[in-house]
């Protein structure tokens, strides 16, 4: 579907932007990654806003 042909886009976009950036791209992604641990909801939290 077409659907699968954009993702494939992007996934090849995103991969064209990551092997140009390098390895700053992957500790840039880690702290991001851990900045955003923090705001994630456990799954108790997330079925009590579902009820």
């Known amino acids: 579907t077409s659907r699968i042909a954009h ?8 991969m064209g932007v990551a092997m140009a950036r390098g390895p700053s791209l992957v ?3 880690k702290s991001v990654k851990r900045s955003l641990r923090s705001l994630r909801l456990s799954p108790k939290s997330v079925k009590a806003l579902d009820d």
């Open 7 to 14: 993702l494939v886009v992007i996934d090849v976009l995103a």
């Open 27 to 29: 500790n840039h992604l």
